[in-house]
């Protein structure tokens, strides 16, 4: 018996990177085994920015690639696109006609873009929470997998269900944030997060020398100058890194590395070749895979055509009881 029916979405920013990994993508595999579970690459979101849609359809058929080689199993979950499920573009419709504007106007990152971007506040961006509540509500599910930073359109999320809820009687359930527990991955430049868009990431679908290339560049503990420097693995990101990837690959050597960062017994790039190697193990069975998924793009669009239909019956459904509750039908 399952516990439950997962949703999560992210929008389709390419090919994924270890901070990705870690951060979600590991989650995502993980709860297959106790939830049933639904995976979308929110296309229809990433166009409230309206940047690179010429690379839109690239990007989703890496991102695609990358989780079904870190193992969602589209057998036992559903994997789709959300634009090809177009039921979601009608139950925002619905949804919007009972989420006060308030609300929206208040949430924090629409205040953020109104601030940095001031010329390109366009309606779909205020109704970006609400096409967000759609994703998960349509297809009923009571568990959403997030970072920190989506914890308010969450939370906003349970507000339009009550409030439909209460006006037109029980048709959602309230959905519950489950907040994954990752450690903070840095991007290698030191900077606060890993991104592509600051180049300061190590992609899970490269070769091992690129990895092993791009881990030297990475930033370690800034107190350590010299080699006979003692280190402080607790304030170092390739620490927290080994943490992620040399624990499981090679334990024996984890066990030593904080010891001798702190004796000052292994130098920083020593240490940074090592956990190049770690990643390079443990995403062996990853590349591997993936690059079978890669030689045979059919297979690739079965598996979503596949995730929409079983995507599509359950939306539909909703969608019925839904305009039924409205007076619709
Ligand atoms: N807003 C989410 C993000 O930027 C992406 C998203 C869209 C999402 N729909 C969702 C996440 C539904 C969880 C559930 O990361």
């Known amino acids: ?101 308030g609300w929206l106007t208040r949430v924090p990152t629409f205040k953020e873009k109104v601030r940095m971007h001031p010329d390109n506040v366009n309606y779909g961006l205020l109704g970006y929470p609400v096409l967000m509540a759609s994703d998960i509500i349509l297809y009923k599910a009571d568990t959403v997998p997030v970072g920190e930073d989506q914890l308010p359109h969450l939370e906003l999320t349970r507000e339009i269900v009550r409030r439909f809820n209460s006006i037109f009687g029980e048709v959602f359930p309230e959905p519950k944030a489950k907040l994954t527990e990752i450690p903070l991955i840095v991007g290698l430049d030191g900077s606060a997060k890993m991104s592509k868009s600051m180049d300061n990431q190590i992609d899970l679908a490269v070769s091992d020398e690129e990895t092993l290339k791009r881990v030297k560049t990475a930033f370690t503990d800034p107190t350590r100058v010299r080699k006979n420097d003692p280190g402080h693995p607790d304030k170092c990101n390739v620490y927290t ?34 956990l190049g190697e770690s990643i390079n193990e443990f995403l062996r069975p990853f590349r591997e895979r993936r690059a079978k998924l890669a030689e045979n793009p059919g297979v690739l669009d079965e598996i979503l055509a596949d995730g929409a239909k079983r995507a599509s019956a359950i939306a539909k459904e909703t969608l019925r009881e839904v305009k039924e509750k409205m007076g619709l039908l």
């Open 1 to 101: 018996m399952k516990k439950g029916r997962v949703f999560s979405g992210a929008r389709p920013t390419g090919q994924q990177h270890i901070g990705n990994y870690l951060g979600a993508i590991q989650n995502y595999v993980a709860l297959q085994d106790d939830y049933e579970c639904i995976y979308c690459i929110v296309d229809i979101h990433a166009l409230t920015t309206l940047e690179d849609t010429h690379l839109l359809q690239a990007n989703i058929r890496e991102m695609a690639l990358d989780w079904l080689a870190a193992g969602i199993d589209p057998q036992r979950s559903i994997m789709f696109v959300q634009s090809h499920v177009p039921e979601i573009a009608e139950l925002f419709t619905y949804m919007g006609m009972t989420t006060p504007m």
């Open 241 to 274: 890194l080994h943490g992620a990837f040399t624990t499981s690959v090679f334990p024996e050597k984890f066990m030593a590395i904080a010891h001798d960062c702190k004796q000052a017994q292994i130098g920083c790039v020593d240490c940074k070749k090592l």
